[in-house]
Nanobody, 130 residues
Framework: VHVVESGGGLVQAGGSLRLSCAAS??????????IGWFRQAPGKEREAIAS????????FYADSVKGRVTVSLDKNKNTAYLQMFSLEPEDTAVYYC??????????????????????WGQGTQVTGSS
C-alpha cells in the first residue's frame, strides 16, 4: 500500500485548507480500508487527528480538532480529504496520512493500530501564520 499526501501550504490565521491523501496498492479493488490523519509539530509528539473507513464511511475525530476539521473519502479514487477550518499558528505541523487495509478505525485506540500497522506517506507541511 502506498499513500501520498498533498495540499499543504501557508495559511493565514482563520483560513481554511484541504489536504488530500491518495492511497493505492490495495489487494483488490473491493478491499476495505481506513485512512487516518496525524500531525507532528516541531518538538512535539505525533498527534492523531481523524480517520475514515471505506466500509461505511464511519469517522473518528480527536477531541482537540472536533468542529474544525472534516474528513471525507472518494472511494472511486481511494482518496481521503482533510478539510481544516479556522486554522491558527498552533496548527503548524507536518500532516501525515496512513492507510490500513481490512480495518475500520473509529476510536482513539484504533488510531494506535494505524500508527503501528499503517502505511505512511511522506507528509505535507501546513503553516498557520498570525
Amino acid at each position: 500500500v502506498h499513500v501520498v499526501e498533498s495540499g499543504g501550504g501557508l495559511v493565514q490565521a482563520g483560513g481554511s485548507l484541504r489536504l488530500s491523501c491518495a492511497a493505492s496498492g490495495f489487494s483488490s479493488p473491493h478491499a476495505s480500508y481506513a485512512i487516518g490523519w496525524f500531525r507532528q509539530a516541531p518538538g512535539k509528539e505525533r498527534e492523531a487527528i481523524a480517520s475514515i473507513s471505506s466500509s461505511d464511511s464511519s469517522t473518528f475525530y480527536a477531541d482537540s480538532v472536533k468542529g474544525r476539521v472534516t474528513v471525507s473519502l472518494d472511494k472511486n479514487k481511494n482518496t481521503a480529504y482533510l478539510q481544516m477550518f479556522s486554522l491558527e499558528p498552533e496548527d503548524t505541523a507536518v500532516y501525515y496520512c496512513t492507510a490500513i487495509q481490512g480495518r475500520k478505525i473509529t476510536t482513539a485506540r484504533a488510531m494506535g493500530d494505524l500508527i503501528k500497522f499503517g502505511f505512511w506517506g511522506q507528509g505535507t507541511q501546513v503553516t498557520g501564520s498570525s
